[in-house]
């Protein structure tokens, strides 16, 4: 297997990590919170597109009031990564990296989202806060880190599980889904 990341044996037990060749575009094969409004020359991005900055102003003007809106950042160097503030801290000029973009809930959408009827300092905080996940969730699918895995007991797959997003296997849920007994061969 060429997508083979990590190999643990112990004993009678066998894990390979593996790339996922085929993960689904959680900005647009998952329900999210956060839309995604991007303008690329060289990229198509998130969920709708623009071609010019004053499109993109006009499509942030044009949202309902009180919608949470949170900007796109690309870094496009060895690798492609997205997040919701610059890069200045590892490209200070800024050849490398810009906003391609705005990630944005609009009200309805939060207060359907959370169940609530007003939308509370602490509900707007939940709410960027699972925008900016979902913002992590897509920039690992862009960057291709995405896993699997199969379990090997005594030369047998005896299960296998695919779809996690990111490297932190603890963050991402793999290690919650592999058998019980094979959870030690990743520690």
Known sequence: MDNVVYEFEEGH?????????????????????GTMVCGHRR?????EQVSSAEEMNERIRALPKGSLVLPLYLYDHSGVVMQTRGFSEIDSHGWDWGCVGFVYAT????????????????????????????????????????YGFIAYEDGEEV?????????????????????EEFRPLLH
Not at 13 to 30: A, G
Request: proline share 6%.
């Open 13 to 33: 037990r066998r894990l390979l990590i593996l790339y996922d060749e085929f993960p689904p575009n959680p900005q647009t094969e998952f329900s999210n919170l």
């Open 43 to 47: 990229y198509i991005l998130g969920n």
């Open 107 to 146: 009200p309805e959408k939060i207060r359907e989202s959370y169940m609530v009827k007003q939308i509370t300092k602490k509900i707007r905080e939940r709410a960027q806060s699972l925008l900016e996940s979902e913002v992590e969730t897509y920039s690992h699918y862009l960057n291709g880190e995405v």
């Open 159 to 179: 299960d296998s599980c695919w779809g996690f997003y990111g490297w932190d296997w603890d963050k991402n849920g793999l290690t919650e889904h592999l058998p």
